[in-house]
């Protein structure tokens, strides 16, 4: 067993959250899949066709070395390869944020799969709002920990946005779910405007209409 | 099965270096249009197939390369050439698989190449020997595993010219192979690596012993030709880092120039061995037509020009690796091969290693590329219904 595989329910609260929206024995592409610890898990529990794509190839090397099905890639050039309709579910987790074109990734990402799911920390969070409104300063909070000028984050939105996105692409949101900074569960709908003031992150579930 | 074996039944435990005729009954259909048969194969085996024949690898071996894999070469002396690799409790574990690698159709170790007598003539084949291709070669292969009685294949792995024969199992026999592992390959050969082949071959054939290529019957032989291939060959088959750190500007056995043309310079001299040292060991004819099948392989242009085409459907998990410094058969070529794989759905890993070796990094004690391997190995293992492995 590696170092890092972990027992049920070892992995990441958000993770979790995504894993438990995945139907078994379906195919799943993990876009930015780091090191596979997701993939590991659905493989492991849910007895997925599991690939994933991965910018670093540290990440890579080490999710291959895992005996997992993992390509050196990057979510803004490589999804065009992909066939319509080749994945049941494209994961795209705390990604969408960090990408060149966040709206043709869901594009393809909804082209390819015939869900999506898509997670990514929420700006429009209270404490955002807050720390703009009262120092006038870019929000540093837990979810989203780097200055301005060191942020690999260079698209970010509130859920509010995202939903926006959605609706504007045609896409259906089957479910949305409010995370707090740990990833723990909030009883608030993602997609209402308390989801959207006390969510620090959520995460979608995203089908074609 | 329609071809006999000439030696009759197989044995497991028939030791090393072994050899078989094929294609007596049933030749093969060259690419070229050309029936060719029979023909000899020069194998060797490692670890033993199991009862549900699902445990066969095969190796797949580059240019210069032999059957050879992990016992000592009997004509070099040298350990073979993936003795780091494969072994008892090594990644390919002879334990745990069974490990097959033959001597490539054209070569000169064994199987039927230009150096070998035309039963016909009585002479050798000379340059009347048939222009083979990369799926000739593989064409021969699927009949030793025929003779060998292994239905079909849960890994075929290899680097370079061994990458190029991966890829065309992978696409001639989608069902019968499982895994493939090609490494530091292209699913075409490159402009630039023709002209390297055509230097190598014009070098050979500019040497009067090379006598038209009928040098055998003359009594003679190529070497200055042939040397000046593999010298020409072996550079591009290092990095300009690695050639740096290796030799520098140093000086052979002498503290200062000679304002001659002697090997004045370590990396002259090691170049002029390693030229030399090759004629020993190599057929200069062989060397021609493995060249030109390597030339002449492109996928793509088999499948109406579109790569992804050669992949449809295909059910094999793939591993595709190339190393940074490669500039003969660069990342750029094996990213070419991923996303066409991607485009056909396939099941693929892709890693680039890191490594200033150059090409031959995947013939040398690369850390990260075995890791790699024996964690693809491991997962396709476990899909395979082979279990896990010793951890």
């Known amino acids: ?54 910018l670093s190839m540290e990440g890579v090397r080490a999710a291959v070395r895992n005996g997992l099905s993992v390509i050196q890639g990057d979510a803004d050039t ?102 707090d900074s740990q990833g723990r569960i909030r009883k608030q709908n993602a997609g209402s405007p308390q989801g959207n003031l006390l969510a620090e992150q959520a995460v979608f579930l995203l089908s074609r209409t | 099965m329609t071809v006999s074996p000439q030696s009759g039944a197989f044995d497991a435990d028939a030791p090393v270096g072994q050899s078989v005729v094929l294609g007596t009954d049933r030749p093969l259909r060259l690419d070229s249009g050309i029936e060719f048969g029979p023909f000899t194969v020069a194998y060797r085996t490692y670890g033993k197939l199991n009862a549900e024949k699902s445990n066969a690898i095969l190796i797949c071996h580059a240019l210069t390369g032999d059957h050879y894999v992990a016992d000592r070469n009997p004509v070099s002396g040298k350990p073979g050439w993936w003795n780091d690799l494969v072994g008892p409790g090594k990644i390919l574990d002879t334990d745990r698989y069974y490990l097959i690698c033959s001597n490539v159709l054209g070569g000169c170790m064994g199987t039927s190449g230009p150096k070998d007598i035309n039963p016909e003539t009585g002479k050798p084949w000379g340059l009347s020997f048939p222009v083979i291709t990369i799926g000739d070669m593989v064409q021969a292969q699927a009949r030793l595993l025929e ?35 090609p490494i530091a390959t292209a699913a075409r050969h490159s402009a630039q690596n023709i002209a390297f082949h055509e230097v190598g071959r014009q070098a050979i054939i500019a040497d009067p012993d090379w006598c038209g290529g009928d040098y055998l019957a003359q009594g003679k032989t190529p070497s200055r030709g042939l040397a000046v291939a593999r010298m020409a060959a072996h550079i591009t088959y290092l990095s300009e ?44 004819n062989s060397y021609l037509y493995i060249t030109r099948a390597m030339d002449y392989f492109d996928i793509a242009a088999e499948h109406d020009g579109v790569l992804a085409n050669a992949f449809r459907d295909t059910r094999t998990r793939f591993c595709v690796i190339s190393f940074t410094s490669d500039w003969l058969f660069p990342t750029s070529e094996s990213r070419a091969i991923v996303h066409a794989l991607n485009a056909a759905a396939a099941n693929v890993s892709f890693v680039e290693v890191e490594s200033d070796k150059g090409h031959d990094a995947f013939l040398l004690d690369e850390p990260e590329f075995h890791g790699v391997l024996a964690g693809f190995l491991e997962g396709a293992a476990e899909h395979r219904g082979l279990g896990r492995g010793k951890e």
């Open chain 2, 241 to 284: 880092a690695a050639m740096h750190r290796k030799f520098g500007r140093n000086l052979q056995n002498r503290s200062s120039v000679t304002y001659g043309f002697d090997a004045d310079f370590q990396v002259e001299s090691y170049l002029r061995y390693q030229g030399s040292s090759f004629v020993d060991r190599f057929d200069a």
């Open chain 1, 78 to 179: 490589d999804l065009k390869d992909y066939p319509s309709g080749a994945f049941d579910y494209v994961i795209l987790s705390q990604t969408l944020q960090a990408t060149r074109q966040p709206r043709v990734i869901l594009e393809q990402m909804l082209r390819i799969g015939r869900r999506a799911i898509v997670s990514f920390p929420n700006f429009g969070h209270w404490k955002a709002r807050l720390q703009l409104l009262v120092h006038g300063r870019m929000p540093v909070t837990e979810t989203m920990g780097y200055q301005w000028y060191d942020t690999p984050n260079i698209h970010f939105c509130t859920i509010a946005d995202f939903t926006a996105l959605c609706d504007e692409l045609g896409l259906k949101i089957e479910r949305g779910i409010a995370l």
């Open chain 1, 1 to 54: 067993m590696n170092a890092w595989r972990q027992p049920r329910g070892g992995i990441r609260i958000d993770l979790q959250v995504i894993a438990d929206m995945v139907e078994p024995g379906s195919r799943v592409l993990d876009v930015g899949c780091g090191e596979g610890i997701l993939l590991d898990y659905l493989n492991q529990f849910k007895n997925v066709d599991g690939r994933g794509i991965e």
């Open chain 2, 147 to 181: 003779y060998l009685g292994v239905p079909d294949l849960f890994c075929v792995i290899g680097g370079s010219m061994g990458g190029m024969q991966v890829l065309k199992w992978a696409t001639a026999y989608p069902d019968k192979v499982f895994s493939a592992i």
